[in-house]
């Protein structure tokens, strides 16, 4: 019977600005995404198909056909890829809305697993394709280096690099960030196109420029912000709610004790390399 188990990935955004609003609604964005250890871990095994949700971020997320998990296995199949009808079981470890990309991770990753199992697979080709079509984030777990320099909605590579960054500490706050709000707040002017250059990879995590606009749709963030940087210097990833810090490996749990001494909850994560193949077993 076709079963298996992945841990699989999570990314924050080391930069990230947002250059325009594209005449099709989207925003241009330039962003180096560095790929982190310890995102959510899914299991599979042959039967119905079904998701079941399970772990301390479980609260909140879907198990109905919304869920991006399903939505990639349905596309896949619509596509024209065959494999077993299978039974996920997601373990959340991150929480939903925290500008971690689990969710683009987790769907990804079923992509590959369908490739593997499949009687008839589709191709990384088209697999990308599909990625691009489910999220902007889901084709960057389907790439090979820890750290990709993503221009368009993130569908773009321009640079890749394999960073010396030792370890990431993340704080993860309660409050949540609705993207389309935070892209809204932003009000960025139009992006009258041209050639997208490529930026080099930054020794240290530098800008957001999501970030006001997260703290005003999430004004919770503000009083979060101070505090965390007077321990170290933390960035806002993505359009929030998730902040993160790059740290020596020698120093970062002290980091996160700190940052969970302010009621905050903080994790310690390793840059992974990255894998076609989409987690560990």
Do not use: Y
């Not at 841990?7 to 955004?13: A, F, P, S, T």
């Not at 982190?36 to 879907?62: K, M």
């Not at 221009?151 to 640079?159: D, H, K, Q, T, V």
């Not at 004790?257 to 076609?276: E, P």
Request: aromatic share 8%.
């Amino acid at each position: 019977m076709t079963a298996g188990s992945w841990e699989l990935g999570c990314k924050v955004n080391w930069t990230l600005e947002v250059l325009g609003r594209r005449e099709d609604g989207f925003h241009e964005l330039r962003s180096w995404f560095l790929w982190l250890d310890g995102g959510d871990f899914l299991s599979w095994q042959e039967g119905q198909r079904a998701l079941t949700v399970t772990g301390v971020d479980a609260v909140g997320v879907p198990t109905d056909s919304s869920n991006l998990l399903l939505r990639a296995d349905c596309a896949w199949r619509a596509a024209g890829g065959r494999a077993p009808s299978l039974a996920w079981t997601l373990e959340k470890r991150l929480p939903p809305g925290s500008g971690l990309g689990a969710g683009s991770a987790d769907a990804a990753a079923v992509l590959q697993v369908l490739e593997q199992v499949a009687t008839e697979p589709l191709g990384l080709d088209s697999c990308l394709q599909l990625a691009g079509q489910l999220g902007s984030d889901v084709p960057f777990f389907l790439g090979e280096v820890s750290a990709q320099l993503l221009a368009g909605r993130g569908e773009i590579s321009l640079a890749k690099e394999r960073p010396d960054c030792e370890a990431v500490v993340l704080a993860l706050p309660t409050a949540l960030a609705s993207t389309p709000e935070v892209f809204a707040a932003l009000g960025a002017p139009d992006w009258p196109g041209g050639v997208r250059e490529a930026i080099p990879f930054p020794t240290e995590p530098q800008w957001n420029q999501l970030e006001g606009a997260a703290i005003q749709v999430v004004p919770a963030l503000a009083g979060l912000r101070d505090p965390l940087r007077a321990i170290a210097p933390f960035q806002l990833s993505g359009s929030g709610s998730a902040w993160f810090c790059s740290q020596p490996s020698d120093q970062a749990a002290e980091v996160a004790a700190a940052v969970q001494a302010l009621g905050i909850r903080a994790q310690v994560h390793k840059v992974w390399a990255g894998s076609c193949v989409g987690g560990k077993a």
